[in-house]
C-alpha cells in the first residue's frame, strides 16, 4: 500500500468521522432542543391564549351581569307586549303622528353549550320592530335622544327617512331589535336600570342632527317669517309674544315656556320682556326685539343671501 492511498483512507475515515459526530450532534442535542423550543414556544403561546380567554371571560361576566339587569322579561310574550307599550308611549310623548309599532314573533337565542359538547342551548329571545310614523327632524332627534338613553337591550338596526310635501316633516321608518334573557332579573316589568352621571357626561349632545333639515326646501325663509309683532298680557295675566309664522299674516300667541309652531325649525321661548323675548334655536339663545324676526339673528348669511336672490329673481 503506497503512502498516497493511506493518505487518502485517513481522509475517508475522518470525513466519514465528521459526518458521524455531526449526525450524533443533530441526534442527541439540536434536533431534540428544536423540539424543545417549539414545546416551549406552543406552551406560551397556549398560556397567552388562556390569559386572554380568561380575562375575555371576566369581561363578559360582567356585560352579561349588566345584561341581566337591563334585558327584557324572560317572558318572549310578556316581553313583547311591555316593550310595544313602552315604545307606543315614547312615540306619543316626543308627538310623531300616524305612528304604528309592529312586533315580530319571538326568536330564540342559542349559544354552544359549555357543559356539553355538540350542544346548544337557549340564552333568551330576539324580538324586532318596525316603527312608522311622521315627525320633523327636531323631533326625531329628541326622540333618537331619548332612546339612547333608555335602560333596555334594544338597538335600532336601519333608519329610512322620506321628506313628505314642502314642509319639512318626514315619514320615518325605524328597524328595532331587542332581547329578552332568560336570566332577567326583571321578570315580570321593564328594566328601571339608569345611566350613571358619568355615563351621561359622555353623551355627545344631540343637537348636531338638526342643525339644518336636509329635506326642507325655504329653511332659511321660515326662520325670515317667524317676526315678532307684540308682547301682551292676555286677561289671566299671562304674557304673551305674538309671532307671525308665514307671509299670510298668520299670528301666533305664544306664553313663556313654550315653542312656536313651525315645521322646520323647533323656535323654543324661553323667556318675555316688555320689548324683547329670548327664543332658543339648536341650543342657542337669541334676543329679539319687536319688529325683528328669527331669521334676522339666527340665519346664517348664506342663506340670507340666496333669499335675497329668490325675492330680486333671476338674473338676466
Not at 38 to 56: G, N, W, Y
Not at 153 to 159: G, P
Not at 163 to 179: F, K, T, Y
Not at 288 to 301: C, E, F, K, M, Y
Request: net charge neutral.
Amino acid at each position: 500500500m503506497t503512502s498516497t492511498t493511506k493518505w487518502l483512507l485517513i481522509a475517508c475515515v475522518a470525513v466519514f468521522g465528521i459526518y458521524g459526530v455531526d449526525r450524533a450532534y443533530q441526534g442527541w442535542i439540536e434536533q431534540p432542543r428544536v423540539v424543545l423550543e417549539t414545546d416551549i414556544d406552543r406552551l406560551v403561546k397556549e398560556i397567552d391564549e388562556s390569559k386572554q380567554l380568561q380575562f375575555a371571560s371576566q369581561k363578559a361576566g360582567k356585560r352579561l351581569e349588566e345584561y341581566v339587569h337591563r334585558a327584557l322579561p324572560s317572558d318572549p310574550t310578556l316581553a313583547r307586549s311591555l316593550y310595544q307599550q313602552w315604545l307606543l308611549e315614547l312615540v306619543e310623548r316626543h308627538q310623531l303622528t300616524s305612528a304604528s309599532v309592529d312586533a315580530s314573533q319571538p326568536v330564540p337565542i342559542e349559544i354552544k353549550s359549555r357543559t356539553k359538547r355538540g350542544k346548544r342551548e337557549r340564552v333568551g329571545y330576539r324580538i324586532d320592530y318596525s316603527l312608522r310614523g311622521q315627525t320633523t327632524l327636531a323631533k326625531l332627534s329628541a326622540f333618537l335622544d331619548a332612546f339612547r338613553r333608555a335602560s333596555h337591550l334594544q338597538k335600532i338596526r336601519s333608519v329610512s327617512l322620506n321628506p313628505i310635501g314642502n314642509d319639512g316633516r318626514l315619514d320615518v321608518n325605524l328597524s328595532i331589535q331587542v332581547l329578552c334573557l332568560d336570566k332577567a332579573i326583571h321578570d315580570k316589568e321593564l328594566s328601571d336600570w339608569q345611566l350613571t352621571a358619568e355615563a351621561i357626561e359622555e353623551l355627545k349632545p344631540a343637537t348636531t342632527l338638526v342643525e339644518r333639515n336636509p329635506f326642507a326646501k325655504g329653511f332659511a325663509r321660515a326662520l325670515q317669517t317667524l317676526e315678532l309683532k307684540a308682547i301682551t298680557v292676555n286677561r289671566e295675566g299671562v304674557t304673551q309674544a305674538w309671532f307671525a309664522t308665514d307671509g299670510r299674516g298668520r299670528i301666533e300667541k305664544v306664553p313663556e315656556g313654550q315653542s312656536i309652531p313651525n315645521h322646520l325649525h323647533d323656535v323654543f321661548v324661553a323667556q318675555i320682556q316688555p320689548d324683547r323675548v329670548l327664543v332658543r334655536l339648536s341650543e342657542s339663545e337669541y334676543w329679539i326685539r319687536l319688529g325683528q324676526s328669527v331669521g334676522q339673528v339666527v340665519a346664517p348669511q348664506a342663506d340670507r343671501a340666496e333669499i335675497a336672490i329668490d325675492q330680486e329673481g333671476p338674473k338676466k
